[in-house]
């Protein structure tokens, strides 16, 4: 069964530097990946998928994820934060219809 | 922007007391999940539906039970609400059709049972 490890609970960065949140992912055959986002009192929202057509994906917000099959790695990253990325992320993995979550990045970013 | 919508967005009630939790989407997605999220943990699937009159349980046991009569309406029942209960809870819906599909969640509803 697929899964999803997201390393580091909490991640601070200062506003301006640069953000890497991790995601490792178990799947016996290629799976479809996610990256979702949450702001406070809301519902997730999707940043973005990869699903085999590109390795390196670009979501909004200026947020991009390169998917690394020999390290089973889809690391999120921006190069440059904002005060207004303060979330909690969410990555997920896809195969087969079900949709598995990880347990959640909460990323603080500070002036 | 999607379109689905949960309510209360918030609700506080006491013990033993009988709740519905209300999810809507207006997209005509044939898919809809409910999932519960604790702080720190993961999404943790409770029901599913893949269709009108079709519904399944997930991975994570609850004791609480859903209802898909319509295909734009997926509302989540607790006959008898425990503090156990108490979580946020998240109702998401996906399309059907070829290709991968992400979901859409709705702001969700925090319960408390006290």
């Known amino acids: 069964a697929q899964s999803v490890t997201q390393l580091g609970s909490h991640v601070s960065v200062s506003e301006g530097a640069l953000v890497l949140l991790r995601c490792n992912y178990s799947?016996?055959?290629?799976?479809?990946l996610f990256w979702y986002v949450q702001y406070p009192n809301q519902g997730l929202q999707l940043l973005l998928k990869?699903?085999?057509?590109?390795?390196l994906v670009k979501g909004i917000n200026g947020f991009e994820a390169e998917f690394k099959k020999s390290e089973t790695s889809f690391h999120l990253t921006k190069p440059s934060a904002h005060m207004s990325d303060a979330a909690e992320y969410f990555c997920?993995?896809?195969?087969?219809?079900?949709?598995?979550f990880g347990a959640g990045t909460r990323l603080t970013v500070k002036p | 922007e999607a379109d689905i919508y949960q309510t209360p967005r918030y609700l506080v009630i006491g013990t033993g007391k009988k709740i519905t939790l209300e999810c809507s989407q207006t997209?005509?997605?044939?898919?809809m999940y409910w999932y519960q999220q604790d702080p720190g943990m993961e999404l943790h699937l409770i029901h599913y539906?893949?269709?009108?009159?079709?519904?399944e349980k997930g991975d994570l046991s609850s004791e609480s039970t859903v209802s898909r009569i319509r295909t734009e309406h997926f509302p989540l029942t607790l006959e008898s609400a425990r503090p156990s209960h108490t979580s946020q809870y998240l109702c998401?819906?996906?399309?059907?059709?070829?290709?991968?599909?992400?979901?859409?969640f709705g702001p969700g509803t925090r319960l408390t049972v006290t």
């Open positions: 998401a819906s996906s399309p059907t059709g070829t290709g991968i599909h992400e979901q859409y």
């Open positions: 799947s016996s055959v290629p799976p479809y």
């Open positions: 990869y699903t085999s057509a590109a390795t």
């Open positions: 997920a993995v896809s195969l087969g219809g079900d949709m598995r």
């Open positions: 997209m005509g997605h044939d898919k």
């Open positions: 539906s893949y269709g009108v009159n079709s519904t």
